[in-house]
């Protein structure tokens, strides 16, 4: 089956880093996202990362993906106030043809 | 704006009324979705359209119908709400329904409450 979870809430120092994880069921997911919802907007895709990939870098953000363990994480370097937000992971099978999301991580950075 | 536009933004209705969302994307995106948002759950998936059919209901109670008279635009048709019903409401569209790299386009959701 198909199952996302996060941890519910992280608070940071600004210009810290900020790790949020993730784990995941379905070991055949292709695609796995992080998306990022501001209060009152919808969802906003900040970055994906393929299944056979293990790491990828976008300026402040790095996706590790750890496959054996299901588990991937995402990491804000400097992380700023204007990062608060949820931060949802998400993933998508070919079976499925619909993308799986978890609760959500409520970032919040004190400034 | 994200390109997935919905309206109305906010919406407070009886139990016994009938209202309606909207969401209309003019992205070129075949395939449209209807979110559930409530407090501290996982987004629920309720309706997928593709290609303007209903591929997949999400065992969603018949209060909530959705409609989608083409592939620009998909509505949410909702009576007899419970208080329970009260979330935001997110639509979404995507190229195919497939997985593909750039996931779903989002829009900014319907706060519903139900009073």
Not at chain 2, 13 to 34: D, I, P, V
Request: with cysteine.
């Amino acid at each position: 089956g198909e199952d996302v979870e996060q941890s519910l809430f992280l608070s940071v120092r600004e210009g810290d880093s900020s790790v949020i994880n993730c784990t995941y069921t379905d070991s055949s997911s292709t695609y796995l996202y992080w998306y990022k919802q501001e209060p009152g907007a919808g969802l906003q895709l900040l970055t994906y990362i393929f299944s056979n990939m293990d790491m990828k870098q976008d300026q402040r953000l790095t996706v590790l993906l750890n496959k054996k363990d299901k588990h991937l994480s995402l990491r804000i370097a400097d992380t700023q106030t204007g990062d608060s937000a949820i931060y949802f992971c998400a993933e998508v099978t070919p079976y499925g043809n619909k993308l799986v999301f978890g609760a959500g991580t409520i970032l919040r950075v004190k400034s | 704006e994200t390109g997935v536009t919905q309206t109305p933004r906010h919406l407070v209705m009886g139990m016994t009324n009938k209202k309606s969302l909207k969401c209309e994307q003019h992205l070129g995106h075949n395939a449209m979705y209807w979110y559930k948002q409530s407090a501290k759950k996982p987004l629920e998936l309720m309706f997928v359209y593709s290609l303007e059919e209903r591929v997949e209901n999400n065992s969603v109670p018949s209060r909530f119908s959705p409609e989608c008279p083409n592939s620009s635009h998909l509505f949410l048709h909702l009576h007899t709400l419970q208080p329970e019903d009260s979330a935001l409401y997110l639509c979404a569209s995507s190229q195919e329904i497939s997985g593909d790299p750039y996931g779903y386009t989002f829009g900014s959701g319907t706060r519903l409450t139900v009073v």
